[in-house]
Protein backbone atom coordinates (compact mmCIF):
# COMPACT_ATOMS: atom_id res chain seq x y z
CA UNK A 1 0.00 0.00 0.00
CA UNK A 2 1.19 3.40 -0.77
CA UNK A 3 1.94 5.99 1.31
CA UNK A 4 1.13 9.66 1.01
CA UNK A 5 3.02 12.51 2.35
CA UNK A 6 0.21 15.09 3.04
CA UNK A 7 0.34 19.33 4.45
CA UNK A 8 -1.42 19.37 7.41
CA UNK A 9 -4.23 22.59 6.85
CA UNK A 10 -5.66 20.13 3.76
CA UNK A 11 -6.66 17.84 6.45
CA UNK A 12 -7.73 20.39 8.57
CA UNK A 13 -5.41 21.38 11.33
CA UNK A 14 -4.97 25.44 11.50
CA UNK A 15 -1.45 25.72 10.90
CA UNK A 16 -1.24 27.94 7.55
CA UNK A 17 0.53 31.14 7.84
CA UNK A 18 -2.63 32.79 9.44
CA UNK A 19 -3.77 30.44 11.38
CA UNK A 20 -5.97 28.84 9.29
CA UNK A 21 -6.60 25.44 7.69
CA UNK A 22 -7.62 24.52 4.16
CA UNK A 23 -9.28 21.22 4.58
CA UNK A 24 -10.09 19.47 1.72
CA UNK A 25 -13.24 16.99 2.18
CA UNK A 26 -12.68 13.67 0.04
CA UNK A 27 -13.88 10.21 0.97
CA UNK A 28 -10.90 8.76 -0.35
CA UNK A 29 -8.86 10.96 1.65
CA UNK A 30 -10.58 9.79 4.75
CA UNK A 31 -10.07 6.40 3.71
CA UNK A 32 -6.50 6.46 3.47
CA UNK A 33 -6.39 8.21 6.14
CA UNK A 34 -8.13 5.08 8.37
CA UNK A 35 -5.60 2.70 6.39
CA UNK A 36 -2.41 4.50 7.88
CA UNK A 37 -1.46 6.11 4.45
CA UNK A 38 -1.21 9.46 5.14
CA UNK A 39 1.82 10.84 6.75
CA UNK A 40 0.15 14.50 7.86
CA UNK A 41 3.25 16.90 8.12
CA UNK A 42 3.57 20.44 7.92
CA UNK A 43 7.07 21.69 7.06
CA UNK A 44 6.60 25.44 8.20
CA UNK A 45 5.22 23.60 12.37
CA UNK A 46 8.36 21.10 11.88
CA UNK A 47 10.65 23.67 11.24
CA UNK A 48 10.15 25.88 14.40
CA UNK A 49 8.15 28.32 12.36
CA UNK A 50 4.75 30.16 14.41
CA UNK A 51 1.36 29.63 13.64
CA UNK A 52 0.42 32.58 12.78
CA UNK A 53 3.32 33.88 11.35
CA UNK A 54 3.70 36.38 7.93
CA UNK A 55 3.58 35.80 4.88
CA UNK A 56 6.44 34.64 3.02
CA UNK A 57 7.22 34.50 -0.49
CA UNK A 58 10.08 33.40 -2.37
CA UNK A 59 12.12 36.35 -4.15
CA UNK A 60 15.57 36.42 -6.83
CA UNK A 61 14.37 33.14 -8.67
CA UNK A 62 12.83 29.72 -8.12
CA UNK A 63 12.24 27.40 -5.26
CA UNK A 64 15.43 25.59 -6.67
CA UNK A 65 17.63 28.46 -6.43
CA UNK A 66 16.28 28.82 -3.09
CA UNK A 67 17.59 25.44 -2.25
CA UNK A 68 21.09 26.27 -3.86
CA UNK A 69 21.57 29.60 -2.39
CA UNK A 70 20.85 31.94 -5.18
CA UNK A 71 17.21 33.03 -4.33
CA UNK A 72 15.85 34.31 -1.13
CA UNK A 73 12.37 33.65 0.98
CA UNK A 74 11.32 37.01 2.89
CA UNK A 75 8.71 37.79 4.87
CA UNK A 76 6.07 40.59 4.28
CA UNK A 77 8.56 42.84 6.63
CA UNK A 78 11.74 42.30 4.81
CA UNK A 79 12.95 39.45 7.37
CA UNK A 80 14.45 36.83 5.53
CA UNK A 81 13.41 33.29 7.04
CA UNK A 82 15.24 31.44 3.82
CA UNK A 83 17.28 29.09 6.31
CA UNK A 84 13.88 28.49 8.29
CA UNK A 85 11.92 27.02 4.80
CA UNK A 86 15.40 25.38 4.02
CA UNK A 87 14.82 23.46 6.94
CA UNK A 88 11.53 22.94 6.13
CA UNK A 89 11.72 20.98 2.70
CA UNK A 90 14.48 18.84 4.45
CA UNK A 91 12.18 17.95 7.23
CA UNK A 92 9.40 17.06 4.88
CA UNK A 93 11.73 15.19 2.67
CA UNK A 94 12.87 13.15 5.62
CA UNK A 95 9.45 12.29 6.71
CA UNK A 96 8.37 11.31 3.41
CA UNK A 97 11.52 8.78 3.20
CA UNK A 98 11.16 7.66 6.62
CA UNK A 99 7.28 6.67 5.91
CA UNK A 100 8.35 5.89 2.22
CA UNK A 101 6.21 7.87 0.84
CA UNK A 102 6.10 7.74 -3.27
CA UNK A 103 3.38 10.77 -3.52
CA UNK A 104 3.07 14.09 -1.69
CA UNK A 105 -0.74 15.94 -1.53
CA UNK A 106 0.46 19.23 -1.25
CA UNK A 107 -0.37 22.89 -0.71
CA UNK A 108 -0.42 25.22 -3.50
CA UNK A 109 0.71 28.80 -3.78
CA UNK A 110 2.99 28.27 -0.68
CA UNK A 111 6.59 29.51 -0.46
CA UNK A 112 7.00 25.65 0.74
CA UNK A 113 4.74 23.33 -0.46
CA UNK A 114 3.03 25.22 -4.32
CA UNK A 115 3.70 22.69 -6.99
CA UNK A 116 2.02 24.73 -9.47
CA UNK A 117 1.93 28.40 -8.18
CA UNK A 118 3.62 30.30 -5.95
CA UNK A 119 3.02 34.29 -5.33
CA UNK A 120 5.23 36.62 -7.15
CA UNK A 121 7.95 37.88 -4.34
CA UNK A 122 6.32 41.14 -4.02
CA UNK A 123 3.16 40.38 -2.13
CA UNK A 124 1.14 41.89 -4.41
CA UNK A 125 -1.08 39.10 -4.46
CA UNK A 126 -0.26 37.88 -8.24
CA UNK A 127 0.79 34.30 -8.62
CA UNK A 128 3.00 33.11 -11.15
CA UNK A 129 4.14 29.43 -12.11
CA UNK A 130 6.47 27.64 -9.73
CA UNK A 131 7.44 25.58 -7.10
CA UNK A 132 8.15 26.02 -3.33
CA UNK A 133 11.09 24.40 -1.75
CA UNK A 134 9.74 21.02 0.08
CA UNK A 135 7.71 20.72 -3.42
CA UNK A 136 10.96 21.41 -5.47
CA UNK A 137 13.19 18.96 -3.11
CA UNK A 138 11.10 16.26 -2.97
CA UNK A 139 10.44 15.79 -6.93
CA UNK A 140 14.76 16.24 -6.91
CA UNK A 141 14.39 12.60 -4.91
CA UNK A 142 11.80 11.10 -6.88
CA UNK A 143 8.62 11.95 -4.99
CA UNK A 144 5.42 12.95 -6.85
CA UNK A 145 3.66 15.93 -5.46
CA UNK A 146 0.44 17.18 -6.31
CA UNK A 147 -2.06 19.90 -5.15
CA UNK A 148 -5.26 20.20 -3.77
CA UNK A 149 -6.87 20.59 -7.02
CA UNK A 150 -4.96 17.35 -8.61
CA UNK A 151 -6.84 14.78 -6.23
CA UNK A 152 -8.13 13.21 -8.68
CA UNK A 153 -4.92 12.49 -10.40
CA UNK A 154 -3.49 11.66 -7.03
CA UNK A 155 -5.86 9.21 -6.33
CA UNK A 156 -5.50 7.67 -10.03
CA UNK A 157 -1.52 7.14 -9.60
CA UNK A 158 -2.11 5.84 -6.05
CA UNK A 159 -4.23 3.19 -7.89
CA UNK A 160 -1.73 2.64 -10.36
CA UNK A 161 1.02 2.24 -8.07
CA UNK A 162 -1.31 -0.56 -5.49
CA UNK A 163 -1.06 -2.80 -8.60
Not at 19 to 30: C, Q, V
Not at 57 to 80: C, F, T, W, Y
Request: proline share 2%; aromatic share 6%; net charge neutral.
Amino acid sequence: MERILVSACLMGFAVRYNGSDKLLISGTLARWRAEHRLVIHCPELAAGLNTPRLPAEIRGGSAEKVLMGEAKILESNGDDVTQHYVLAAWLALRAAQEAQCRFALLTDGSPTCGSRQIYDGHFSGEKIAGNGVATALLRQHGIEVFNEAQLRELIQRVAEADK
